[in-house]
């Protein structure tokens, strides 16, 4: 099973380009899988590392080691966390390993624009701000428990909680750590919209914090702004939210809800979701919602 849906990847991976079809038909292929012929995440993180010309053969720098022993073991953590909580059907709607994975997928493809952008070799080994941006792509919503926030960073604060172990245990170094946790604590979406202003004028580098910041928070919601799996996903969230907030729950399936999302949360400013067309997608959602 493994097997079949890393080929699927791989295929789609060398036989088109890094655009926004390839990018909805991973997703896809994600979603065919899931729940019941979920391969886990490492497969998907393995494909993309590939996109990312990663040789596990190759020397790394220790501070790179530490980064890609420390995702490894995240990973496996939320696949033993995720499996045990789907058995009690208690897994969250929205926040689960599928989610972990769409956000993972977008990353690699936006990772491999700005690459292409900067005039930087495609098969050139991850340098230390992407290795940066994948752990803490993997590790955002680390133990999620599927609530809503009742003041900034509340959940967020609990992931970091959680992942500091992991980052002391691969001996990730103290700066990288200083600078994950501060990000991780700003993926609340109540962020977004001042990070986005903090960009404004400035060369868009993500080894600048504010910039991996906005690629991050991008990348959190890009399956949830693209039409079929923006779709599926916020009947998902719905779901989500129904027991611990009904009437936010219900708000967010009709036509109304769409257009606040897409207008307020789904915003995109980096040169790689310009490149893959994400703006211009969402403005042609808007114009299709507002003329039925």
């Known amino acids: 099973m493994q097997t079949r849906l890393t080929a699927k990847l791989r295929n789609s991976d060398f036989n088109a380009p890094m655009d926004l079809t390839y990018l909805e038909t991973t997703l896809q292929n994600l979603r065919d899988k899931w729940p019941h012929e979920w391969p886990g995440l490492a497969v998907v993180l393995n494909s993309s590392l590939q996109k990312l010309g990663f040789d596990a053969n190759s ?36 926040h689960n390993r599928l989610h972990f994975a769409d956000t993972v997928v977008a990353l690699t493809v936006m990772l491999v624009k700005l690459r292409k952008q900067s005039g930087r070799a495609l098969n050139a080994q991850p340098d230390h701000a992407e290795w940066l941006a994948l752990l803490i792509m993997v590790s955002h919503d680390f133990l999620h428990n599927g609530h809503i926030n009742q003041f900034r960073s509340e959940i967020e604060g609990m992931t970091v ?18 600078l994950i946790s501060s990000i991780i604590l700003k993926t609340d979406p109540a962020f977004v919209a001042e990070s986005h202003q903090l960009i404004q004028g400035i060369p868009f580098d993500i080894s600048d914090p504010r910039c991996l910041l906005v ?78």
């Not at 501070?63 to 022993?69: E, F, P």
């Not at 909680?161 to 750590?177: F, R």
Request: net charge positive; proline share 6%.
């Open 215 to 292: 690629l991050i928070q991008e990348c959190d919601i890009l399956a949830s702004s693209l039409p079929d799996t923006g779709k599926s996903l916020t009947q998902q969230l719905s779901e989500e939210w129904a027991d611990i907030a009904p009437d936010r729950s219900l708000a967010l399936l009709p036509p109304a809800g769409r257009i606040f999302f897409l207008k307020r949360m789904a915003l995109f400013s980096s040169p790689s979701s310009r490149a893959l067309g994400i703006q211009k997608n969402i403005s042609r959602q808007l114009a299709e919602i507002e003329l039925a």
């Open 59 to 94: 020397k790394m720098p220790a501070r790179n080691r530490a980064l890609y022993d420390c995702m490894l073991s995240v990973i496996h953590a939320i696949e033993k966390d995720g499996a045990l909580r789907a058995k009690k059907n208690q897994e969250p709607r929205y």
């Open 161 to 178: 909680k959680a992942l500091v172990p992991h980052m002391k245990k691969h001996k990730v170094s103290a700066k990288d750590q200083a």
